[in-house]
């Protein structure tokens, strides 16, 4: 007569340890992936903004540098190191605006961009 009450309970406390064990697998996943960010680190942002460590805050915050002169601030958790990113995502990081210059043909017309303003001669 119990039985069932018994058997609910017995499969909602294994659902509870089953969730339990994957929180800890992701925190210690978390923090040694946090663990690797320091001075110098090349990371990626959660929203694809590529840059390099170059000042660690209290805060758990950084300070990344995405140009010359501009840093901006970002939140660890919000921060991928290049080395854990897929290959592809790797790329990414080591283009330079000097190459894609080079790549472009040069007799391939340009097309506007979305916020450029259209040339009143035309």
Same mark, same amino acid.
């Given at each position: ?7 609910? *309970? ?6 509870? *340890?089953?969730? @339990? ?7 210690? +996943? ?12 090349? *990371? @990626? ?31 660890? +958790? ?25 790549? @472009? ?18």
């Amino acid at each position: 007569m119990y039985w069932p009450y018994l058997a609910i *309970v017995v499969l909602l406390a294994l659902f509870y *340890v089953a969730s @339990m064990r994957n929180r800890r697998r992701q925190f210690a +996943a978390e923090t040694e992936r946090n663990s690797r960010i320091g001075f110098g680190t090349e *990371v @990626m942002t959660t929203s694809g903004l590529y840059g390099t460590v170059v000042g660690l805050n209290e805060d758990d915050s950084v300070q990344l540098a995405i140009a010359p002169g501009i840093e901006v601030k970002w939140t660890l +958790a919000a921060l991928r190191d290049i080395q854990s990113l897929a290959p592809r995502y790797q790329q990414g990081f080591q283009a330079r605006p000097d190459d894609a210059d080079s790549e @472009m043909d040069a007799d391939e017309p340009t097309r506007p961009g979305r916020f450029d303003k259209p040339d009143p001669d035309s």
